[in-house]
């Protein structure tokens, strides 16, 4: 199975400033034959279900804030909040759909306000 | 809208059996995988289980196999998810989520279930 491992478990961001949120795949999410990274990315507030955010590394899903950015390739990637809001106060979660299941989750990173 | 409503959960003894439901509306539901996934308390997202647009793939967890079996009726836009041999491990929150595909996209408010004597 591919482990996803998550940086840091816990961050403080002052409002306004910049939060960056780290995520590491055992193997590469890099499909060779469409150039496609197999990674998104989630966000959980308090009591709510999870929200897709980002898709295929860095496509941003319909609706989703442009602060909201996702980066990397082949084992390496990064969620940005460039400026961060009183309302992104949440967990973040990253999750690979390379190949056959199981689709694994980060094990998420808790954003707060400094 | 697209919405995805879970119901079933509850409070059941280990070893015990749940049928969770899903109704769906606001989408096309028989042109979609779906999937569970489920949420212990205060802890992360674990992929439970998919099934195809047409019920002819199935996948699972390692954890649930042989005890968990997803299943769809496309004519009432449901999907379900057999639990059997529940085990205290099992107590979760229990999401569906329509596959977009190959990322999750909506999520449901999700039902919980508690494995407890």
């Known amino acids: 199975d591919i482990v996803m491992t998550q940086s840091p478990e816990y961050l403080a961001v002052s409002l306004g400033e910049r939060a960056t949120i780290n995520c590491k795949s055992s193997?590469?999410?890099?499909?060779?034959?469409?150039?496609?990274?197999?990674l998104a990315w989630y966000q959980q507030k308090p009591g709510q279900p999870p929200k897709l955010l980002v898709y295929?590394?860095?496509t941003r899903e319909s609706g989703v804030p442009d602060r909201f950015s996702g980066s990397g390739s082949g084992t390496d990637f990064t969620l940005t909040i460039s400026s961060l809001q009183a309302e992104d106060v949440a967990v973040y979660y990253c999750?690979?759909?390379?190949?056959?299941?199981?689709?694994?989750f980060g094990q998420g990173t808790k954003l707060e306000i400094k | 809208e697209v919405q995805l409503v879970e119901s079933g959960g509850g409070l059941v003894q280990p070893g015990g059996s749940l049928r969770l439901s899903c109704a769906a509306s606001?989408?096309?539901?028989?042109?979609?995988?779906m999937n569970w996934v489920r949420q212990a308390p205060g802890k992360g997202l674990e992929w439970v289980s998919y099934?195809?647009?047409?019920?002819?793939?199935?996948y699972y967890a390692d954890s649930v196999k042989g005890r968990f079996t997803i299943s769809r009726d496309n004519a009432k836009n449901s999907l379900y998810l057999q639990m059997n041999s529940l085990r205290a491990e099992d107590t979760a929150v229990y999401y569906c989520?329509?596959?977009?595909?190959?990322?999750?996209?909506?999520w449901g408010q999700g039902t919980l279930v508690t494995v407890s004597s």
């Open positions: 989520a329509r596959d977009k595909p190959l990322r999750f996209d909506p």
């Open positions: 606001g989408f096309t539901f028989s042109s979609y995988a």
């Open positions: 099934i195809s647009s047409t019920s002819t793939t199935m």
């Open positions: 193997q590469s999410v890099l499909y060779s034959s469409n150039n496609k990274n197999y």
């Open positions: 295929w590394a860095s």
């Open positions: 999750q690979q759909y390379y190949s056959t299941p199981p689709w694994t």
